[in-house]
């Protein structure tokens, strides 16, 4: 079976890629390599599997590719390419945001009603909760984004909904609920907060620490996608949280005891488009998907300031 698997190199991407490759499928991969993070990052992540023989890599833009032609022997397309990043999505960058998460996910899917794939994996994320009320959120709740780039996220999983709907494209969508582990784009909470503690400088805090988060490790979410290959029902949408839902706040001591190390804040305004609490409730993925988190919280975060200090050279 041969699989495409859009923003190869990134952070969840990579990860998917080893699992696919490591099951047997045959893999090609899309990355953009744009420049919202260093380049040598993704160059690091596909290093062991770059040079696999059912590997395939494509360095362009979803928007300028020839899709139609690339996915006349594609069985199997998990779309995770986007531009991320809640806080820089305002101003004169929403127009990165639409382009990368709203037209590239329309031309994808344009050429896919006409391809005969047998499913269509889109990564949609927490974000499209936004200011929920409602916690846990199900896949029914309100849908009340609170960035720019929760709606562009919002955005092209509803496009999934109407290419489903108007043309049968076999689109499942995956909700991710703040995905952490080795890997992690150096953007991310965690990436930041470890590297901090190894520079031995402050921890930014945003807010009062009171906001939660439900946490889910980078194998959980793999896992996910591969389950969804089989089991994802088209036109479904499924959350998938990790299940290490805590307050910010609560996640220094747990800092401190992995590293051995004090952690240092310094306390900032809350940001423009930060949620006050994510929470998945994710029965529907465990009784459709069979889906099940593995990796508790700390020992997940322990794994990645493994990969933090081998990363910059510290071991």
């Known amino acids: 079976m041969n699989c495409l698997v859009t923003g190869a190199a990134g952070f969840i991407g990579s990860h998917l890629c080893k699992r696919l490759l ?4 045959s893999v090609i991969g899309i990355d953009s390599f744009n420049d919202y993070y260093s380049r040598w990052m993704k160059d690091k992540n596909i290093l062991p599997f770059q040079n696999h023989s059912q590997f395939q890599l494509i360095s362009d833009n979803l928007n300028d590719i020839d899709l139609g032609s690339l996915l006349q022997d594609v069985d199997y397309i998990f779309h995770l390419a986007a531009q991320a990043g809640v806080r820089s999505s305002w101003g004169k960058n929403f127009s990165v945001y639409t382009e990368n998460n709203i037209s590239a996910t329309q031309k994808l899917l344009e050429a896919a009603k006409d391809s005969g794939i047998k499913k269509l994996i889109y990564a949609s994320s927490s974000s499209v909760y936004g200011l929920c009320p409602e916690l846990p959120m199900t896949e029914s709740s309100p849908l009340l984004p609170y960035s720019p780039y929760g709606v562009t996220k919002l955005a092209a999983e509803n496009l999934c909904q109407l290419y489903f709907k108007n043309f049968y494209v ?5 909700r991710f609920f703040t995905v952490y582990g080795p890997g992690q784009r150096p953007d991310m909470a965690f990436h930041i907060f470890f590297k901090a503690i190894e520079n031995n400088t402050p921890i930014p805090l ?3 620490g009171k ?3 439900d946490f889910t490790y980078i194998d959980d979410i793999v896992d996910a996608n591969v389950h969804a ?4 029902k088209a036109g479904e949408i499924y959350n998938i949280g990790g299940g290490n839902r805590k307050e910010m706040k609560t996640i220094f001591p747990i800092l401190e005891k992995i590293t051995g190390k004090e952690v240092l804040l310094q306390h900032f305004d809350r940001q423009r488009g930060d949620v006050f609490h994510t929470y998945a409730d994710i029965n529907k993925a465990k009784k459709v998907l069979d889906f099940s988190p593995q990796i508790p919280l700390e020992e997940g975060l322990s794994r990645e300031w493994e990969w933090i200090q081998k990363l910059y050279n510290r071991k």
């Open 170 to 174: 076999p689109t499942v969508s995956l």
């Open 211 to 213: 906001q939660t988060r």
């Open 206 to 208: 945003y807010g009062d």
């Open 229 to 232: 290959l089989d089991k994802g």
């Open 22 to 25: 490591k099951e047997g499928f």
